[in-house]
Protein backbone atom coordinates (compact mmCIF):
# COMPACT_ATOMS: atom_id res chain seq x y z
CA UNK A 1 0.00 0.00 0.00
CA UNK A 2 1.38 2.89 -1.56
CA UNK A 3 2.05 6.87 1.15
CA UNK A 4 -1.39 8.19 -1.07
CA UNK A 5 -3.50 5.28 -0.73
CA UNK A 6 -2.57 4.71 3.46
CA UNK A 7 -4.06 8.82 3.66
CA UNK A 8 -7.11 7.93 1.54
CA UNK A 9 -7.78 5.16 3.75
CA UNK A 10 -6.94 7.12 6.80
CA UNK A 11 -9.54 10.32 6.05
CA UNK A 12 -12.15 7.79 5.99
CA UNK A 13 -11.54 6.06 9.01
CA UNK A 14 -11.17 9.58 10.76
CA UNK A 15 -14.47 10.13 9.38
CA UNK A 16 -16.00 7.09 10.76
CA UNK A 17 -13.60 7.80 14.41
CA UNK A 18 -16.51 10.24 14.80
CA UNK A 19 -18.93 8.18 16.11
CA UNK A 20 -16.51 6.26 18.30
CA UNK A 21 -17.22 6.50 22.07
CA UNK A 22 -14.93 6.51 24.79
CA UNK A 23 -16.51 3.50 26.28
CA UNK A 24 -14.60 0.91 24.95
CA UNK A 25 -11.77 2.53 26.48
CA UNK A 26 -9.82 1.32 30.18
CA UNK A 27 -8.27 3.62 32.36
CA UNK A 28 -5.76 1.65 34.54
CA UNK A 29 -2.70 3.08 37.01
CA UNK A 30 0.34 2.15 37.88
CA UNK A 31 3.18 2.78 39.83
CA UNK A 32 6.60 4.28 38.94
CA UNK A 33 10.07 3.83 39.87
CA UNK A 34 9.35 6.20 42.69
CA UNK A 35 6.48 5.00 44.08
CA UNK A 36 4.02 7.92 42.00
CA UNK A 37 0.62 6.80 40.46
CA UNK A 38 0.85 6.84 36.47
CA UNK A 39 -3.07 6.95 35.10
CA UNK A 40 -3.28 5.53 31.51
CA UNK A 41 -5.92 4.83 29.38
CA UNK A 42 -6.26 2.21 26.59
CA UNK A 43 -8.45 1.68 23.52
CA UNK A 44 -8.44 0.40 20.38
CA UNK A 45 -6.77 -2.83 19.20
CA UNK A 46 -4.25 -3.87 16.80
CA UNK A 47 -0.13 -3.92 16.99
CA UNK A 48 1.91 -2.18 17.10
CA UNK A 49 0.50 -0.26 20.52
CA UNK A 50 1.18 3.69 20.20
CA UNK A 51 1.57 5.21 23.24
CA UNK A 52 1.07 9.13 23.50
CA UNK A 53 2.94 10.99 25.74
CA UNK A 54 1.68 15.03 26.51
CA UNK A 55 4.13 17.70 26.50
CA UNK A 56 4.66 20.55 29.43
CA UNK A 57 1.26 21.88 30.32
CA UNK A 58 -0.64 19.19 29.00
CA UNK A 59 -2.55 16.04 29.40
CA UNK A 60 -3.75 13.21 27.50
CA UNK A 61 -6.87 14.95 26.41
CA UNK A 62 -4.36 16.94 24.64
CA UNK A 63 -4.26 13.65 21.81
CA UNK A 64 -7.55 14.43 20.79
CA UNK A 65 -9.00 14.14 18.40
CA UNK A 66 -5.87 11.28 17.46
CA UNK A 67 -6.66 8.70 20.16
CA UNK A 68 -10.29 8.32 18.81
CA UNK A 69 -9.12 7.36 14.88
CA UNK A 70 -5.88 5.89 15.93
CA UNK A 71 -7.85 3.19 17.92
CA UNK A 72 -9.65 2.30 14.85
CA UNK A 73 -5.77 0.02 13.16
CA UNK A 74 -3.91 0.30 16.33
CA UNK A 75 -3.88 -0.31 20.40
CA UNK A 76 -3.74 3.13 22.00
CA UNK A 77 -2.87 4.59 25.19
CA UNK A 78 -2.14 7.64 26.35
CA UNK A 79 -0.86 8.54 29.68
CA UNK A 80 -0.83 11.30 32.17
CA UNK A 81 2.98 12.14 33.32
CA UNK A 82 3.07 12.73 36.75
CA UNK A 83 2.56 16.47 37.92
CA UNK A 84 -0.27 16.57 34.97
CA UNK A 85 -3.52 15.30 34.88
CA UNK A 86 -4.66 12.76 37.00
CA UNK A 87 -1.49 10.92 37.64
CA UNK A 88 0.16 11.81 41.18
CA UNK A 89 1.44 15.33 42.10
CA UNK A 90 3.60 13.41 44.76
CA UNK A 91 7.34 13.62 43.50
CA UNK A 92 9.88 14.94 45.34
CA UNK A 93 12.34 15.71 41.82
CA UNK A 94 10.67 16.59 38.90
CA UNK A 95 12.93 15.24 36.08
CA UNK A 96 13.06 13.83 32.79
CA UNK A 97 14.86 11.18 33.73
CA UNK A 98 11.75 10.52 36.32
CA UNK A 99 9.42 11.01 33.27
CA UNK A 100 11.27 8.19 31.49
CA UNK A 101 10.78 5.84 34.39
CA UNK A 102 6.93 6.79 34.18
CA UNK A 103 6.69 5.74 30.29
CA UNK A 104 8.71 2.49 31.22
CA UNK A 105 6.43 1.85 33.80
CA UNK A 106 3.38 2.28 31.60
CA UNK A 107 5.28 -0.14 28.79
CA UNK A 108 6.18 -2.60 31.14
CA UNK A 109 1.96 -3.16 32.15
CA UNK A 110 1.76 -4.14 28.66
CA UNK A 111 4.14 -7.13 28.75
CA UNK A 112 3.07 -8.70 24.95
CA UNK A 113 2.96 -5.52 22.91
CA UNK A 114 5.03 -3.82 20.30
CA UNK A 115 5.27 -0.45 21.22
CA UNK A 116 5.77 2.87 19.24
CA UNK A 117 6.09 5.64 21.73
CA UNK A 118 5.03 9.23 20.73
CA UNK A 119 6.22 12.17 22.46
CA UNK A 120 5.23 15.79 21.83
CA UNK A 121 6.80 18.25 23.09
CA UNK A 122 8.40 18.08 26.48
CA UNK A 123 7.05 14.27 26.03
CA UNK A 124 10.09 13.75 23.72
CA UNK A 125 12.36 13.70 26.30
CA UNK A 126 10.65 11.35 28.30
CA UNK A 127 10.21 9.14 25.45
CA UNK A 128 13.54 8.89 24.94
CA UNK A 129 14.51 8.08 28.36
CA UNK A 130 12.56 5.23 28.50
CA UNK A 131 14.31 4.10 25.01
CA UNK A 132 17.26 3.80 27.49
CA UNK A 133 15.32 2.22 29.95
CA UNK A 134 13.40 -0.62 27.80
CA UNK A 135 14.77 -0.95 24.26
CA UNK A 136 13.59 -4.13 23.24
CA UNK A 137 10.04 -3.42 24.36
CA UNK A 138 10.04 -0.61 21.53
CA UNK A 139 10.07 -0.63 18.02
CA UNK A 140 10.55 3.13 17.66
CA UNK A 141 10.39 6.89 18.87
CA UNK A 142 8.31 9.36 17.18
CA UNK A 143 9.54 12.67 18.30
CA UNK A 144 6.54 15.84 17.44
CA UNK A 145 8.14 19.19 17.21
CA UNK A 146 10.32 18.92 19.95
CA UNK A 147 14.81 18.45 19.81
CA UNK A 148 14.73 19.86 16.53
CA UNK A 149 18.15 21.02 16.50
CA UNK A 150 19.74 18.42 18.41
CA UNK A 151 23.02 20.29 19.07
CA UNK A 152 21.30 23.74 20.86
CA UNK A 153 22.21 24.48 24.46
CA UNK A 154 20.03 26.49 26.73
CA UNK A 155 21.74 28.70 29.30
CA UNK A 156 20.54 29.27 33.09
CA UNK A 157 19.56 33.23 31.62
CA UNK A 158 17.53 31.39 28.86
CA UNK A 159 15.72 29.11 31.08
CA UNK A 160 14.68 32.18 33.21
CA UNK A 161 13.49 33.94 30.64
CA UNK A 162 11.65 31.79 28.90
CA UNK A 163 9.77 31.03 32.44
CA UNK A 164 9.27 34.83 33.03
CA UNK A 165 7.44 35.28 29.77
CA UNK A 166 5.45 31.94 30.51
CA UNK A 167 4.11 33.65 33.44
CA UNK A 168 3.52 37.15 31.87
CA UNK A 169 1.56 36.11 29.15
CA UNK A 170 -0.19 33.00 31.01
CA UNK A 171 -3.53 32.62 29.05
CA UNK A 172 -3.23 35.44 27.19
CA UNK A 173 -4.88 34.61 23.54
CA UNK A 174 -2.73 36.61 21.51
CA UNK A 175 0.39 34.82 23.37
CA UNK A 176 -1.28 31.79 23.02
CA UNK A 177 -2.21 32.09 18.96
CA UNK A 178 1.64 32.06 18.05
CA UNK A 179 1.06 28.10 19.04
CA UNK A 180 -1.00 28.41 15.65
CA UNK A 181 -1.37 29.13 12.08
CA UNK A 182 -2.82 32.52 11.74
CA UNK A 183 -5.84 30.62 10.20
CA UNK A 184 -6.62 28.72 12.99
CA UNK A 185 -10.25 29.60 14.77
CA UNK A 186 -10.10 30.99 18.17
CA UNK A 187 -11.44 27.79 19.66
CA UNK A 188 -8.60 26.29 19.60
CA UNK A 189 -6.90 28.78 21.84
CA UNK A 190 -10.10 28.78 24.00
CA UNK A 191 -9.59 24.81 23.77
CA UNK A 192 -6.46 25.37 25.36
CA UNK A 193 -7.46 27.70 28.54
CA UNK A 194 -10.04 25.47 29.22
CA UNK A 195 -7.77 22.58 29.64
CA UNK A 196 -4.97 24.13 31.85
CA UNK A 197 -4.91 25.75 35.63
CA UNK A 198 -6.28 29.45 35.52
CA UNK A 199 -2.48 29.30 36.98
CA UNK A 200 0.27 27.09 36.28
CA UNK A 201 1.05 24.81 39.90
CA UNK A 202 4.22 25.56 41.44
CA UNK A 203 5.59 22.24 40.28
CA UNK A 204 5.49 22.81 36.44
CA UNK A 205 8.69 25.35 36.66
CA UNK A 206 10.88 22.86 37.87
CA UNK A 207 9.86 20.64 35.36
CA UNK A 208 10.20 22.87 32.32
CA UNK A 209 13.53 24.17 33.63
CA UNK A 210 14.74 20.33 33.90
CA UNK A 211 13.59 20.11 30.06
CA UNK A 212 15.80 22.47 28.86
CA UNK A 213 19.06 21.35 31.29
CA UNK A 214 18.40 17.90 29.83
CA UNK A 215 18.72 19.27 26.85
CA UNK A 216 21.82 20.76 27.20
CA UNK A 217 23.51 18.28 29.55
CA UNK A 218 21.88 14.93 29.95
CA UNK A 219 20.90 14.08 26.15
CA UNK A 220 24.01 15.04 24.40
CA UNK A 221 25.83 12.45 27.05
CA UNK A 222 23.14 9.62 25.97
CA UNK A 223 21.95 10.42 22.83
CA UNK A 224 24.37 8.10 21.15
CA UNK A 225 23.25 5.10 23.37
CA UNK A 226 20.25 5.04 21.93
CA UNK A 227 19.25 1.61 20.44
CA UNK A 228 15.45 2.34 19.01
CA UNK A 229 14.93 4.49 15.68
CA UNK A 230 13.86 7.82 16.22
CA UNK A 231 11.66 9.52 13.09
CA UNK A 232 10.50 12.86 13.51
CA UNK A 233 6.75 14.51 12.48
CA UNK A 234 7.51 18.88 13.39
CA UNK A 235 6.63 22.12 12.49
CA UNK A 236 8.31 23.63 9.29
CA UNK A 237 9.44 26.11 11.24
CA UNK A 238 11.69 26.68 12.70
CA UNK A 239 13.42 23.90 10.33
CA UNK A 240 14.70 20.50 12.06
CA UNK A 241 18.32 19.46 11.21
CA UNK A 242 17.96 16.64 9.97
CA UNK A 243 21.39 15.85 9.25
CA UNK A 244 22.62 16.39 12.92
CA UNK A 245 19.72 13.74 13.78
CA UNK A 246 20.82 11.43 11.34
CA UNK A 247 24.28 11.18 13.05
CA UNK A 248 22.46 9.94 16.11
CA UNK A 249 20.17 8.09 14.62
CA UNK A 250 20.83 6.92 10.79
CA UNK A 251 17.44 6.05 9.50
CA UNK A 252 15.86 8.96 11.19
CA UNK A 253 13.10 10.64 8.97
CA UNK A 254 11.01 13.76 8.92
CA UNK A 255 7.96 14.66 8.13
CA UNK A 256 6.42 18.08 8.24
CA UNK A 257 3.29 19.67 8.97
CA UNK A 258 3.26 23.33 7.29
CA UNK A 259 2.42 26.79 8.41
CA UNK A 260 1.07 25.71 12.02
CA UNK A 261 2.48 26.61 15.43
CA UNK A 262 3.49 24.34 18.16
CA UNK A 263 0.91 23.09 19.40
CA UNK A 264 -1.04 23.54 16.07
CA UNK A 265 1.39 20.15 14.79
CA UNK A 266 -0.65 18.32 16.90
CA UNK A 267 -4.46 20.35 16.86
CA UNK A 268 -4.74 21.80 13.37
CA UNK A 269 -4.16 19.31 10.46
CA UNK A 270 -5.23 16.61 12.45
CA UNK A 271 -5.80 13.98 9.65
CA UNK A 272 -2.82 14.96 7.54
CA UNK A 273 -0.70 14.32 11.10
CA UNK A 274 -2.22 11.02 11.82
CA UNK A 275 -1.51 9.96 7.64
CA UNK A 276 2.32 10.90 8.57
CA UNK A 277 2.22 9.38 12.01
CA UNK A 278 0.94 6.03 10.30
CA UNK A 279 3.26 6.59 7.70
CA UNK A 280 6.50 5.68 10.30
CA UNK A 281 4.20 3.30 12.23
CA UNK A 282 4.01 0.95 9.03
CA UNK A 283 7.60 1.75 8.85
CA UNK A 284 8.79 0.21 12.42
CA UNK A 285 6.59 -2.36 11.99
CA UNK A 286 8.35 -3.92 9.10
Known sequence: ????????????????????????????????????????????????????????????????????????????VVMDLPGFGNSGMNRESWTMESFGQDV?????????????????????????????????RMIGVILV????????????????????????????????????SPEAPESLVQRYIDATPASPPDHWWPIISDFFRWSSTRFPMMRYELRVPVVAINADEPATDVAAWQQISPGFKLATVKGVGHLGVIWEKTGEF????????????H
Open 274 to 285: DAQLLDFVEGFA
Open 104 to 136: AAVIRSMPNARIVVVGFSMGGAAALEAARLVPD
Open 1 to 76: MNAGTIRLCFIVAAFMALTVSHADSDIRTVASADGVPVQYEVSGSGEPTLLLVHGWTNNRTFWEPHTTALALSHRI
Open 145 to 180: DTLKDPNARYSERFIQAFMDRERSSWHDPPALRADF
